[in-house]
């Protein structure tokens, strides 16, 4: 049988490396035929499929680390890999595939793999949600990323902004979803991070892989779905991704200039984002402002930042980066002496001044269900918490991107939102780095008036949401009654934000 597509169904050999596979043929007359692909068969495979298939079977990695040892192997089909479909046009039978089926409601949507670096068979997990309203194929692409690093978009998916809700082991429609009025990508960022995998060798070190695995997965993402390509591009996200998103916005920039393939990318939302470390090191400052810390603790606080400042600036990152962790982020029950945020304050989180009141393990509980498993085309692949992609970043964590945001601010409407109850990347640290921000209309931003931002109600009274100060691409927003995950805390706040830089 002459073959015209192929699925790579999975791996056949006992120690699950990858020599053998089961496929699944398809004729040019819409035959199929299952059965065991061996090297033999690689000859009258298409030049794109060939070509995959070649890579995939000299990869010797070993690939039991990656899988989930609680799962029912037998019972799941293997991971699905798109890329072989978007280099060679068959983006038909890729959206066939990868249609996931709804869980409540008539939600569309796509998800599978993105291959974006074949040489530690890096791949990157992405689920896509089609607008909702009727003209879908007009209205702008925005794709979100999550933090960390090394935390998942679907948290931001489920908790924040996508259309279904986790509560009490049961999903919800969210009403509050962007996909009301926007397409929506997710994509678990970077390799290693959620149901993104990679082998040991294979994780982002630094921003400029992390920006060239998102651009490549952009790319084929929009090979995949052409209908697509030519729509208003935006790329948004919170935390840590105040440095993902200017890195894989300078990426399309870089290639929009040399390529004959556009991202048409229009803008960015960066929401309490971690992007000039240095100038935002006056947490003592701030937490003796809102009542957290005495002045004792504020000046033993201020000592820390004195030496994690002098460790940037002498570019010891790592050091850098774990001092900060101490000051922040571990546990009291291990650091009995000595400044420490929960010790000091007794808070076991750092998103919101007023709690969270969440449940992670039902979201992890829920990513381990079989059925959802099954719905989204994972298989048996580990869902990671992100542990490994934290140590392979730890010498980029207290790094700047501001030398990227200086150059894309002078191309792309950048909007900073920020939620007013965040404690870990407040708006009141980031003063400081709007000053930072060098491009023609620094002086402009530096006397425009900051606005009152208001948001009219059902019951025809205006809300006082927050404030706006905003000159050319550079937009400055302070959003009240949220923490650091806006969309969470004012899901109709951060529509209504949407709707003003984007449109309706």
Request: proline fraction near 4%; hydrophobic fraction near 35%.
């Amino acid at each position: 049988m002459e073959i015209k597509s192929l699925r790579l169904l999975s791996v056949s050999d006992h120690n699950n490396i990858g020599h053998d596979f089961y496929t699944e043929f398809r004729s040019g007359l819409g035959e199929r035929e299952y059965r065991q692909l061996s090297w033999g068969d690689n000859s009258n495979i298409p030049h794109h499929e060939h070509f995959y298939f070649h890579n995939v079977l000299n990869n010797q990695a070993d690939f039991r680390e990656k899988r989930n040892p609680g799962l029912h192997h037998t019972k799941l089909s293997p991971p699905l890999f798109l890329t072989p479909y978007a280099y060679s046009g068959n983006y038909r039978v890729a959206q066939n595939l990868s249609a996931v089926k709804p869980f409540v409601g008539d939600v569309r949507s796509y998800s599978g793999y993105l291959t974006v670096d074949q040489r530690y068979h890096s791949h990157l997990f992405f689920w896509f949600f089609q607008c909702e309203r009727s003209d879908h194929l007009d209205r702008p692409v925005l794709l979100w990323l999550q933090g960390g690093p090394g935390a998942s978009s679907l948290f931001g998916l489920f908790f924040e902004n996508g259309p279904y809700k986790i509560k009490n082991a049961k999903i919800y429609r969210n009403e509050d979803t962007w996909t009301k009025q926007y397409n929506v990508l997710y994509i678990d960022n970077p390799v290693g991070t959620g149901f993104s995998f990679t082998t040991s060798n294979g994780y982002a070190k630094n921003q400029t892989i992390i920006g060239k695995h998102l651009y490549e997965a952009l790319k084929q993402f929009f090979h995949l779905f052409p209908a697509y390509a030519d729509n208003d591009f935006y790329i948004t996200g919170e935390s840590y991704a105040g440095k993902y998103i200017p890195a894989a916005a300078y990426e399309i920039h870089k290639q929009n200039l040399l390529s004959h393939f556009k991202i048409p990318l229009k803008g960015l939302f960066i929401g309490n984002g971690l992007i000039d470390p240095i100038s935002m090191l006056e947490y003592s400052d701030y937490l003796y402002h809102i009542g957290l810390l005495d002045e004792t603790q504020r000046d033993m606080f201020s000592r820390i930042e004195d030496r994690i400042k002098q460790l940037i600036r002498t570019r010891r990152w790592r050091k850098a980066t774990n001092m900060f962790e101490d000051l922040f982020f571990s546990s009291h029950e291990n650091k009995t002496t000595g400044p420490n945020f929960r010790r000091i304050t007794g808070f076991r989180q750092h998103y919101n001044l007023n709690g969270l009141d969440f449940n992670t393990r039902e979201f992890n509980s829920f990513l381990q269900d079989e059925v959802i498993r099954e719905r989204l085309h994972v298989g048996d692949m580990k869902f990671n918490k992100g542990e490994e992609v934290g140590k392979a970043l730890e010498q980029d964590i207290m790094k700047s991107i501001l030398d990227k945001v200086n150059i894309l601010i002078e191309n792309y409407r950048i909007v900073f939102y920020y939620g007013q109850l965040d404690i870990i990347c407040p708006y009141r640290l980031s003063e400081a780095f709007f000053s930072n921000i060098e491009f023609r209309y620094a002086y402009d931003y530096y006397k425009a008036e900051r606005k009152v931002w208001t948001y009219e109600r059902q019951d025809d009274q205006d809300n006082i949401v927050g404030f706006i100060k905003e000159a050319h691409n550079l937009v400055e927003v302070l959003i009240r009654n949220a923490g650091h995950m806006v969309p969470r805390d004012q899901p109709r706040f951060m529509m209504d934000l949407l709707r003003k830089y984007i449109g309706s």
